[in-house]
């Protein structure tokens, strides 16, 4: 059974016009020509379509089920035309990228711009935010592609490999730790910490693990970034729990020491994510196809 993509339409637009006639005259083709193929169609389904009334036309208890089945079909069409389109010319769009700020500290920057050289016209907008709000703006359909940390999934969502990173404790370069080349997460909960937002992925695997231990840690200060992290680690205000490549590129320029975590959580999965690989636009696929290879 094939049902022509045209004939659809045209039966879409007599709903909405209520006539035949007007339907022909926004279309510019004759009304007998758009009467003959809606006949046509309901010879194929074998069942009336439409009501012919003294007003007009209106749709049969089947017409208003086909009526919302041609509308998603012909939505999925022009979706097919504007991606292949998208290819004829170049691949262009705009993909709305969330992401955490271990991913934007430690990888995101090379890679977006690889990603750009190679893909001029795509448009990459790029926020930051705690995993949770990164899975639930996914999911929502705020944003095409989130990079988060994998401390907690939804399972409406799809999760691709991306990268793993190693968390590190920076202290004060005179600071009683930093003579150690390691500790055990259990040593750090003594001292004042400085930490990242409250219900950040970090923030909260500090505090769980203090929990499993029966300990609470010492969240003096909390900031919204590394490099405000480490400032104020350097300044004396706490000891703080870093990736390590996000805190590198401060080792020279300040006053403070990384030591290694003596802990199996200290190794972290990043994950990228999003509602369905299939269904993104060209343009968001390539991103995820490109940000994937780091893995």
Known sequence: MIIDPLSLKL????VE?????????????????????I????????????RRTNKGVVPTVAGVTLLNL???????????????????????????????????????????????????LVQVRLEGNI???????????????????????????????????????ITPKDHILSHNKSVSFGDTLDFDYVGLPVGSALNNRI?????????????RV?????????LMVEAGLGIGIVPRGAAKPYFKGLRIRPVQ?????????LKLCVRSFDALPAAAKLLVEHLRQGE
């Open 11 to 14: 039966f879409v637009i007599i």
């Open 17 to 37: 016009e209520g006539t035949i006639a007007a339907a022909a005259e926004r279309e510019h083709i004759a009304a007998s020509a758009v009467s003959k193929r």
């Open 39 to 50: 006949s046509d169609l309901e010879d194929t389904l074998n069942t009336p379509l439409l």
């Open 70 to 120: 041609a509308r998603g079909v012909l939505h999925d069409l022009n979706d097919i035309f504007l991606q292949m389109q998208e290819y004829s010319s170049g691949v262009r769009g705009r993909v709305r990228l969330w992401a955490n700020i271990s991913a934007i500290n430690q990888f995101l920057p090379n890679e977006l711009k690889s990603f750009l050289n190679e893909h001029p």
């Open 131 to 169: 995993s949770e709000a990164i899975m639930k703006a996914v999911a929502e359909g705020a944003a095409d592609v989130g990079v988060i940390t994998m401390d907690s999934c939804r399972e409406d969502l799809e999760y691709i490999p991306y990268h793993s990173d190693k968390l590190i404790v």
């Open 207 to 219: 505090v769980r693990a203090a929990n499993d231990l029966g300990r609470s840690p010492k969240l």
């Open 222 to 230: 909390h900031v919204n970034s590394f490099d405000a992290l480490c």
């Open 261 to 269: 975590l003596r802990e199996p959580w200290a190794i972290r999965d």
